[in-house]
């Protein structure tokens, strides 16, 4: 049986080990977290708490590192003395790269960078993930079945993580957004907010589906809802004054500068 380990059990980290408890496939789970609290509270879900990032190192194979971006240098260095080529690290911390791993453990070890998203949290997480040269197919189907306990996951090559963020990782940010200029309208006109976000949402989720599912492209389907000299005309209208495209696209290019920028910073430590 493989055995992962997880180093920080927050809100992503703790998705993960929900999901793979109700997906049931095969794993024995050890965890590191300073909060123990945390800890004890994993241990319905057949986790099995370590004392330290070296003792979790020493028992796993594969280390699923799910700590702030900001201290995984710190943790990765402790494990100089204990990593080795046999682990396969799988990373969910926002920005980090394989070579980040790999410099800070000052090994050869295996790596799979995963951008995830917060709705993975309910389960219908949607997660982009790149392996380097050294994993193998199985180490990667094993990491892809991880991480797919709680959504989908789509492989992408390495060198485009720092462009998907803006796709998966920060885009719910930017649907929130969205979403919050119709309800705050809807409220304005005098309806209910709950009731206007309900079918927002359910709209939504709906046109998400006709995405996926229609065999339809987005031109297809803007079309299909816009008759001519219509009300839904009237307001693509009002948003193409507004360039909603080039923002969206805008938005997405800072985004993407902001990672680069970001593994500059964590080079340099």
């Not at 927050?10 to 993960?16: D, P, S, T």
């Not at 990765?76 to 990593?83: F, I, S, Y």
């Amino acid at each position: 049986m493989k055995s992962l380990g997880f180093l920080g059990t927050g809100n992503m980290g703790g998705a993960i080990i929900k999901g793979i408890a109700k997906n049931g496939f095969e794993a024995e789970l050890f965890a590191y977290d300073k909060d123990t609290e945390k800890l004890e509270g994993l241990k319905k879900y057949g986790v099995k708490p370590c004392q330290s990032e070296i003792e979790l190192a020493e028992k796993c194979e594969y280390i699923l590192l799910a700590v702030k971006p900001q201290v995984l240098g710190d943790i990765l260095n402790k494990l100089k003395g204990t990593v080795c080529d046999r682990h396969v690290f799988i990373s969910i911390c926002a920005g980090i790269s394989s070579d980040f791993i790999k410099d800070h453990t000052g090994k050869a070890v295996r790596t799979v960078i995963v951008m995830p998203n917060t709705p993975a949290m309910l389960g219908a997480g949607a997660s982009a993930v790149a392996r380097d040269d050294i994993v193998n197919n199985e180490e990667f189907e094993f990491a892809k079945k991880v991480i797919g306990s709680c959504g989908i996951v789509r492989e992408i090559p390495m060198e485009k993580m720092k462009e998907i963020i803006c796709i998966n990782g920060s885009s719910p940010a930017f649907i929130y957004l969205f979403a919050k200029g119709f309800v705050d309208y809807a409220e304005e006109a005098g309806i209910d907010k709950d009731t206007a976000l309900e079918l927002f949402a359910h709209s939504l989720s709906g046109s998400a589906k006709m995405l996926t599912e229609s065999g339809m492209t987005v031109d297809e389907l803007i079309r299909q809802v816009s008759s001519p000299g219509g009300t839904t005309l009237a307001g693509i209208e009002k948003l193409n004054e507004g360039k909603l495209v080039e923002t969206v696209k805008g938005a997405c290019a800072a985004c993407t500068n902001r990672a680069y920028e970001l593994a500059g910073n964590h080079l340099k430590k």
